[in-house]
């Protein structure tokens, strides 16, 4: 067994979180101390670079490296605030099918030889691009958000990835909004594992940082106050080294809400 | 803006709205909770997720149970923890095939005595994989659509198919995406049996050549500029234009969109994607935009990024090498400057 981690973090269905999560997560790995380099495979529709701040250094993408026309050191983009971390960009200008498995595979290879991690975000989907994203992998992260229609798609991307024998899976959560769970309009975390029986890796709540951190290309891990998103995938990133770290307390604290009241009346 | 080592890890940092540092999982929607206002015990239970059925088991153990709310993974990975010394990265190595290079060739237009000349793209293989006729395609319904302003109605183009094999249905799918330009295509020049016959038997005429000697055949590599390429279009995310000579787009070119040329490239809209200019190496070669925003600037083998800040206002500028690799200036000085020298 080799010793690095191969994760891709996967779902499915789009817009639920996967990009997020392998942004925060790979700085969150690469703060404490791993060498981490992650792997855009939405080839076509490449975003991880935009969420790290990284998109005006890219010079080569992997489809270069795998042409022949640059080193792979040369196409990884370091992260001058966390020089642990390393992006490996997909080309914008082509589609999904510009690649195969093969190579993909031949991409990790190398690069497991210099990192610890290395994580690769899937496109949505579970055609070409997504048998490219899982092709390399040794273990999964599946994202999903406490909806329906996400858990239906996540379910079935679980089979598949199971199909392609990659049984190391941990769910996160993501999104979840603790005063529509307890108003019972949410699924809740149990009903989520209750459909997909993963072990769980984390519940990220929905945070409105998530959005501002993407459109400043800041990861959460960055900032100087984490915030609650933040705390959550910090705590992701433990565990999955191994850390025993309890659960976040997500629940809407229940005097918030009379003092709220109280506030309004004053 | 420098951020990392410093920072540790917020651990302990519990989000405000929680009274007490006892860990304890929430989910409020559980009905078996006796205690719901009392934090509950963090989860104990394991699994072992490399066996096959652990999915299923789990799933027994979750509606078993009535006291395991969460399911959390607790890994059993400990051996990876301490790893091999890392190789370098610089010393890591890929065997590559070249043929990846070679797909990035474009489908180009010239002019040659009053009619068009349609010029595929090279390539290794000879016959077109699904995903590149469906590129080519893109590239050709771009190409016309950027250009219909200049493209005179029923002007007659001979595609020059080189050594490609195109079937019937290719070269009616040509046709007809030239004809939405009021193009004509009519002659159809080709080393490849196979192909001419289709072009014969769907009604084109047919020159089947040994091997391309004329017509602007690029294998001879000159090193000879083409005539400028000038595009009316939004280059949006995701479109790239290469060309063997200078550029012109009218219009925007949004971020994800690039401009690759062997010449100059004007921009007569806002630059906000990538620019290439003297692609092949020429550094002299110069980017002008009247929005000049671009996410990256690469002249030959210089590469520069935009200033963090923008500037409060957006004039005509241009970029250029100069000793200290690419600089930027305001388009009448540097015209002043450079263009009126002595
Ligand atoms: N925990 C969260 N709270 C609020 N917004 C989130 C959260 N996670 C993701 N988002 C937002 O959801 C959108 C889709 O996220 P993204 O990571 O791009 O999804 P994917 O990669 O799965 O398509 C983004 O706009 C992102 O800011
Ligand atoms: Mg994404």
Redesign the pocket.
Known sequence: MAMNRIIVVT?G???????????NLGMALAKSGKRVVVIDA?FGLR?LDL?LGLENRIVYTALDVLAGECRLDQALVKDKRQPNLALLPAAQNRSKESITPEQMKKLVRALTKAYNFVLI?SP?GIEMGFRNAIAAAREAII?TTPEISAVRDADRVIGLLEANDIKAMRLII???KPAMVEAEQMMSVKDVQDILAVPLLGV????????V???NGEPLILGKELTQ?GTAVSNIARRLQGEKVPLMDLSVPKDSFLKKLRQLFN | MDNGAGDKIADKKAPKSQPSSEPCIANAAMPDTENPGQPTKPPTSTTNTTSANSRSLLAARLKASKNVELYVFEEDMNEAQESLPLADVASLELDVDTQESISKQQITFKSEQGRLLLLLPQASEKSFTPTEWEELCQQLTIRLSSGDRFFQPNTTVHLIARDRLLDSRQLQKIDELLQTAQLRMKRIYTQRRQTAVAATTSGYSVEQQVKLEHLSDTDDKGKALETPLYLQMTLRSGVEIRHQGSIIVLGDVNPGGSLIAAGDIFVWGRLRGLAHAGAEGNEDCRIMALHMQPTQLRIADHVARAPEKPPAMYQPEVAYVNKGGIRIAIASEFAQIHLNGP
């Open positions: 779902s269905k789009g817009g639920v979180g996967k990009t997020t999560c392998t942004a939405d975003n969420l975000d949505a994202v993501n999104r979840l990220i709540p929905d945070d409105e940082q998530v959005v951190s993407t459109n998103a």
